[in-house]
């Protein structure tokens, strides 16, 4: 046969590393990582690029419109909604990630338990269905109900939804490497479970999960400021992006701004992590890639 | 017998001059195919034969015009049929040709016919594009094609769905597919190679018999020097592109006069079991007995189905000797293999390993076992961990029992030199070996824990010929040096033949006969031993004497 299978893997390290070069993944990658920088430094500094405390009230100076002093205007307490916006986004940021590291940590260990075990198999799987027939604003909901509204709270409501998608790809994954021989040769060399569910196994996991992280943070990202939106998410003292438009909600006619500024935010993080996701999943699975054209 | 027919007054059909294929936009890296000719005449069969990456696939894909886009295209050269170039054609024209002047079958025919589709539509369908009969004169025409075929009970088959048929039955529909227009070249990629050698010595038969009854020129294309043996008229024996050598059968197999075809034939492992060797008075490592492994499914309420994977297998083996398992697909030779691995567990009988009872031990009582015991498998790209250096893959075993790193390290490079590798691999990852430098890597972390047994599951089926003869006469070596017992599951009768000291051969999960290599295969006394032994690809000649076998 003049063309062998392509079975032959390089390593996941030798695989990201395409991602850094442009030839290969096109410019929309760099122009995301760009974009999300911008943001992550603006949101990590707000201390220092703040221009008012955004905490403090000032009825004299209620919504008004951008000017020197107040670079996007203020709100409805008079408070500026610039400084208040990127303090918002550290929130949001540390509530998405946080959320992703949870969800693939706690649906990693699951779904190769899920997937190695075969009794384990048929009732992890059938909670999992459960989980997943629950709307998961409802159990986000309901947990802020019951706990009180906390970034504690907040990040379980947002977790415990993606656990169950993390674990059914974690299973699906680890199904089909079990089979692979080198496993049953890992068996064979006397090699004890936890090592063939560490070491053989959960690599095979990685490049899904790297892809499968950036969606979870994206989601958490709008999931929280969906929640405090609604008003089941953080106490309206500390400022995320959903929060700020939910109070923005009342003042919309008389200041836009409001409502805008950090919505465009939140849509340039969704969308850049995304496009980084994208380019993430082309690049190790170059299959995805030809199949797209 | 070898074909001896006198085809120069026929007229030539397929002429290639000069053909070069070239990696697309890449002028400075060597050619796929550099300038290679050759030609067909009507009735006549030429065999490309060559070992992977020779280009015999690259030729058959650029005569049909299905070169892929993007990654190869033809530089320079003709492809006439019949006095066109087919080069110079539109896709357009080469769309019509296809089917009606030129057609091709393909190794796996699963994956050829569409899953969702009936066969007798998707034969009917090709008739849509070339004829304008009506309904019923195509029909009339598939069930004829179909009965050529010999398809048995061809109403019900014109019915059925590519997975209802078995694989002899979907090359047939295949072939069936490709010949009902009647092209004057049929192109066979390799068609026999997935399917079992019972089956494949039917389609050969049936290829032959077509071509004789429409006077179809075929262009065969196999690494199989069996086969080549069986239906070719002449061969091409190509290597790197290049074709090195061409000639009449009987000339290319008696009197090779290129050093790589000497090479190739003399790499064919003989049909004729080696010489008995001297039963060393050693009490057996691993016995067997009454081993029987059976699949049980069906749901709490529904009804309950049994599959009887193997059953009632026994044999003792001791060390130093070999022990053959052969059969063909779904014979249970693998679950043997399994149950004695203790990958799964057997569902009655005994394994007895050095004494001890191994068949329901557990997974912890199981572990100082284990390393008595190891395993190669088929599928070289597969058997090592894609994402870990070859030092991690080799020292793992050891590892495991607590041997400390240096040591593991040290034993490591000892045995890299005994499969000839270089020291260095220790450093680099399986994707960038070939299959037979990985085979021998499976080897040598096979042997690292000095087991007393090694199975051997269809280890050299993936490999080409001379890398399969290279890896068999390590595993000689490795038993000759450490007294090692082996196991060989394999379907290749050929090989089973060169290595084994017994023989057992399986069928649908019986034993049907088992004893000495050289009496089983030289006397077989069940039908199906027999069959199994006419089947196999020109077993009326010596490759490496280069003459016929007396019978």
């Known amino acids: 046969m003049a063309m062998e299978p392509n079975l032959t893997q390089k390593p996941l390290s030798l695989r990201l590393l395409s991602l850094v070069s442009p030839t290969q993944t096109g410019i929309a990658p760099f122009i995301a990582a760009f974009m999300l920088l911008a943001v992550i430094g603006l949101t990590v500094f707000s201390p220092w690029i703040a ?25 409805g307490f008079g408070r500026d909604l610039f400084s208040r916006m990127i303090l918002g986004g550290r929130i949001s940021l540390l509530i998405g990630c946080a959320a992703a590291v949870t969800a693939l940590g706690l649906g990693v260990l699951i779904g190769l338990v899920a997937g190695y075990f075969r009794i384990a198999d048929a009732i992890i799987m059938r909670m999992m269905d459960a989980l997943m027939a629950m709307p998961s604003i409802l159990i986000a909901i309901a947990l802020v109900a019951l706990n009180g509204p906390s970034i504690g709270s907040v990040i379980a409501a947002i977790t415990i939804p993606e656990v169950p998608r993390v674990v ?10 079990r089979e692979e021989p080198y496993v049953e040769a890992a068996v064979a060399l006397g090699s004890s479970t936890p090592k063939i569910l560490f070491q053989h196994l959960l690599p095979n996991t990685m490049a899904p999960m790297i892809v499968q992280g950036t969606y979870i943070v994206a989601s958490a990202i709008l999931t929280e400021a969906l929640l405090s939106f609604l008003g089941a998410g953080i106490s309206t003292e500390i400022p995320t992006w959903g929060n700020i438009m939910a109070e923005g909600r009342q003042y919309f006619r008389i200041n836009p701004g409001i409502i805008l500024w950090p919505g465009l935010l939140l849509t340039i993080c969704v969308l850049s992590i995304n496009l980084i996701g994208d380019a993430a999943r082309d690049a190790l699975d170059p299959r995805m890639k030809k199949r797209e054209g | 017998m070898l074909r001896n027919r006198d085809l120069t007054d026929a007229p030539e059909v397929l002429r290639i001059r000069d053909l070069v294929v070239e990696l697309t936009g890449n002028t400075t890296a060597p050619p796929v195919l550099k300038g290679i000719s050759f030609d067909i005449r009507r009735g006549e069969t030429v065999c490309l034969v060559g070992e992977s990456g020779s280009g015999k696939s690259v030729t058959s894909l650029a005569t049909m015009g299905l070169l892929p886009k993007g990654a190869l295209s033809v530089r320079s050269g003709q492809i006439l049929l019949d006095g066109q170039d087919l080069l110079a054609c539109s896709a357009r024209q080469m769309k019509q040709k296809r089917a009606k002047n030129l057609a091709m079958i393909f190794q796996e025919p699963m994956t050829a016919l569409n899953p969702v589709m009936k066969v007798g539509a998707q034969i009917v369908e090709v008739l849509d594009l070339h004829t304008d009969l009506s309904a019923s004169e195509k029909r009339a025409k598939v069930i004829d094609i179909m009965e050529q075929v010999h398809l048995p009970d061809v109403a019900r088959i014109f019915d059925s769905y590519p997975h209802q048929l078995s694989g002899g039955q979907r090359q047939r529909i295949m072939i069936a597919m490709a010949l009902i227009l009647e092209p004057a070249l049929l192109i066979a990629d390799e068609p026999t190679t997935a399917l079992d050698v019972t089956t494949q010595k039917q389609i050969l038969a049936l290829i032959a018999e077509l071509q004789a009854r429409h006077g179809t020129a075929v262009l065969f294309i196999t690494h199989d020097m069996g086969v080549v043996a069986e239906i070719a008229d002449r061969v091409c024996v190509m290597r790197h592109g290049e074709i090195l050598e061409t000639g009449p059968i009987r000339q290319v197999l008696e009197a090779p006069h290129h050093g790589y075809t000497q090479a190739l034939l003399g790499a064919v492992p003989s049909l004729v079991p080696r010489a008995a060797r001297v039963l060393a008075e050693k009490p057996p490592i691993l016995i067997a007995k009454a081993l029987g492994k059976t699949y049980r499914s069906g749901s709490v309420f529904g009804k309950k189905t049994e599959i009887r994977a193997s059953h009632d297998v026994n044999f003792d083996l001791s060390p130093g000797r070999t022990l ?4 063909e697909s779904g014979s ?39 390393r008595k015991l190891q395993v190669v498998f088929q599928d070289p790209f597969r058997s090592l961990n894609p994402r870990w250096t070859i030092a991690r893959s080799l020292t793992e075993g050891p590892l495991n029992y607590g041997v400390p790193y240096d040591k593991a390290i040290a034993e490591a490079k000892r045995l890299l030199r ?8 220790l450093k680099r990852y399986p994707h960038q070996f070939s299959g037979g430098q990985r085979q021998r890597i499976a080897i040598a972390r096979a042997v690292m824990l000095e087991p007393e047994v090694l199975v051997a599951d269809e280890a ?6 001379s890398v399969q003869a290279q890896v068999l006469d390590l595993l000689a070596e490795l038993q000759r040096q450490t007294g090692i017992a082996i196991i060989f599951i394999t379907h290749d009768l050929r090989v089973a033949a060169q290595i084994c000291d017994e023989v057992l051969v399986m069928k649908r999960g019986e034993v049907v006969e088992q004893g000495p290599a ?3 295969l030289h006397d077989p006394q069940h039908d199906y031993t027999r069959a199994l032994i006419h089947a196999a690809p020109g077993r009326f000649w010596d490759f490496a004497a280069r003459t016929p076998l007396s019978a």
């Open chain 1, 51 to 75: 221009t008012h405390d955004p905490l403090a009230m000032d009825p004299l100076m209620r919504l008004k419109p951008p000017s020197d002093e107040y670079l996007l205007g203020t709100d």
């Open chain 1, 168 to 177: 059914r790809l974690v299973r699906s994954v680890v199904l089909t490497a």
């Open chain 2, 324 to 327: 053959g398992i052969v059969g």
């Open chain 2, 332 to 370: 249970g030779k693998t679950t043997v293999a399994r149950s004695i691995m203790r990958l799964i567990e057997p569902t009655a009988g005994q394994i007895l390993l050095d004494g001890d009872d191994i068949a329901h031990l557990s997974t912890a009582a199981m572990k100082p076992q284990r």
């Open chain 2, 418 to 425: 005994i499969v000839s590798l270089p020291e260095d691999a």
């Open chain 2, 460 to 465: 050299v089926s993936a490999l080409d010929v």
């Open chain 2, 518 to 520: 050289a009496q089983v």
